[in-house]
Structure formats: C-alpha cells, structure tokens
C-alpha cells in the first residue's frame, strides 16, 4: 500500500509522536481498573497551532497544486479547526482561500471573533458568507467555485473537514505510524466528525493487514448515521486505493453517548476530561471534538471496557485554539 504514487505536499510535522500518559493513567486507577493511556499528538503537526486536518490537506492541497488551483475553497463551522489549517495550508504555499462559516452553533460575541475566527483572518482567508445551520454547504462552494472559474480563477473544492479519498489518505499514513508502532495497541479512539480521519484509519489499517480495532466517538451524528458515514467513505478510500475487498459493516466500531446536546454544544462531561487531561498531562483538548471525544472514553474506562494489561491510544486531533471561543463554558 503505497503512497507515494499520489500528489502530495509536504505542510505537517510528521510522524507525529506517540506518547504514554502516565498521570492521566495513575489517576484514573485511583477509582478502579484502567488501561495503559496513550496519545497519539496529531495537535503537533504544526501548521498554524496543528491538528489533524494538517494531514488531510497534503494530500487535497497536493491535488489542488497538480491540478492548477490558485484558490482553495471550503467550509466549516464558525470556530471550524479545518478552516483555520486550510487558510494556513493555502498561505504556505501560495494560493488565495475562501471560506464559508456555517452558523451551525449559537453562542456569544466572543464565539464568534475569538479563537480560530481571528486566526482565519490572520491568515488571510476571505470569508465569502456566514450561511445558517442545515444549509447544503456543498452545493453553495460549488456556486461559488463556478463564479470563481468564470472570472478566470481556478478553483479547487476542499469538502468540509477535508473528508473525501483525497483527504483520508492522511490518515491511511497515520494508520500506517500506528501499525509499526514499538507497543502493541488494543484500541485507537478519536473524536468523528465528517469521518475522514476514521475512514483513513480504517483503510489504512485494513490495508496494513494490522488488526486494531478503531473507535470513534461522534460530536454531531448518532451511532447509526455515523457509521454508514465512515463506512462508505472507508470503502470509497480502499477503492482509490486500489484495494477493491469489501469492508465488512462491523468494522466500523462508534459510542455516540458523548454528544449531549449537539455539535459544539459545551456538556459537563466534556469540561472535566479537558480539566482533567490538562491538569494530569499538561495536554490542552478542545471543547468540539477532542473533549467529547476523551470524554466518551473516559465513560467506558469507568464501566470498566479495558483490562489493566491493555494499551489504549488516544488520537489526539488538536482544536486547542477553539478554547478561546468557549471561554464562559470552563466558568
């Protein structure tokens, strides 16, 4: 499986570190049976604070160079860490980037200036239009992509989350760091969204032959939706692959018990696992996706899901810059 025949450029610091978690280990023992944590620092890939969208886009912006782009266009939520890291991956190697911000969370000034908002602008992406929740976001970039070729441009679509083949080869790569990883690893577990890093991981690890099981913890859709999500586009993947096996449904493992009220909605289980992973670990999760997701895992170390003898690994996809905008949710 390899990857070097695709389009690529190089924007992260890669391969991430594995890292145990001691302490965050230690404590949670204190109050019962728990396995041996680890994390996987995809918040250190370093392009504008990092993230787990950094891998995603060498490859789409490895395509958009090849295939002539000179304008990145895509769309996220307000405090969206995709947005944040495709206008810096766009600023790093040249091209203009247009955004649209979906207002799919309602919450204070600070929300909706701070955090990833300012650095979008700091980076010089141009936010074309703040469009409602429940807008069909795929087809308003492609409007506008289409306004952009007809006045010369050539746009190059990024999906939101940077989710599609192109994208989840990232995480075919990361799968591959996990599979020759020096410890043996029982299970992976990350925040899901938009399915990308799942679907990658998935393939990837189908593809390696490494059988580590992968569990996702949703921050919008419940369990059934999330799974026909990440198991279509882990098929799609294999395909652009060249891997034509077919993936069996339950491949694709999700524990939804850590949305709460919706995507981006603060939950009390969410603020004690960033308070806590920051004050065992020095680690900063964010309120979106990595606090969600810690938590969800953090619910099943408690009833008691892993052996003491097991080592867990915890993808830790970055977002800390979304903490500025959820400011009065930490009190």
Not at 56 to 69: I, M, T, Y
Not at 266 to 284: I, K, Q, Y
Request: charged residues 20%; negative net charge; proline residues 5%.
């Amino acid at each position: 499986m390899h990857l070097a025949r695709f389009a690529r450029r190089t924007l992260g610091h890669l391969p991430t570190p594995l890292e145990p978690m001691p302490r965050l280990t230690a404590e949670l023992r204190r109050h019962g049976p728990a396995p041996n944590l680890w994390v996987k620092r995809d918040d250190c890939t370093g392009l504008a604070t990092g993230g787990n969208k950094t891998r995603k886009l060498e490859f789409l912006v490895g395509d958009a160079l090849a295939r002539g782009a000179d304008v990145l266009v895509t769309q996220g939520a307000t405090q969206s860490n995709h947005v944040r890291q495709t206008a810096a991956a766009a600023a790093a190697v040249g091209l203009r980037c247009e955004v649209f911000l979906e207002a799919r969370v309602q919450r204070d000034e600070e929300y909706e200036q701070s955090g990833n908002v300012l650095l979008d602008d700091l980076l010089g992406a141009h936010v074309v239009a703040r469009p409602p929740v429940d807008t069909d976001m795929q087809a308003v970039m492609d409007e506008h992509a289409a306004k952009l070729a007809a006045d010369g441009s050539t746009p190059y679509v990024i999906p939101g989350g940077g989710s599609n083949p192109v994208g989840a080869l990232g995480y075919v790569a990361c799968a591959q760091e996990l599979a020759s990883a020096p410890v043996r690893i029982d299970q992976v577990v990350h925040a899901t969204g938009s399915a990308g890093t799942q679907s990658g991981l998935v393939a990837g690890l189908c593809g390696s032959n490494a059988r580590i099981p992968v569990l996702g913890i949703p921050v919008k859709q419940p369990a059934d939706v999330q799974v026909g999500t990440v198991h279509e586009l882990a098929e799609r993947t294999l395909r652009h692959l060249g891997i034509d096996d077919a993936l069996p449904t339950d491949t694709i493992e999700v524990d939804d018990r850590a949305i709460g009220g919706g995507y981006g909605v603060p939950t009390d289980a969410m603020v004690d696992a960033v308070r806590l992973v920051a004050r065992t670990e020095g680690l900063l999760l964010d309120p979106v996706y990595s606090g969600k997701a810690m938590a969800g895992l953090l619910t099943r170390i408690g009833e008691g899901a892993y052996g003491q003898e097991e080592n867990v690994v915890f993808v830790h996809t970055g977002g800390a810059a979304g903490l500025f905008g959820y400011r009065s949710a930490f009190g």
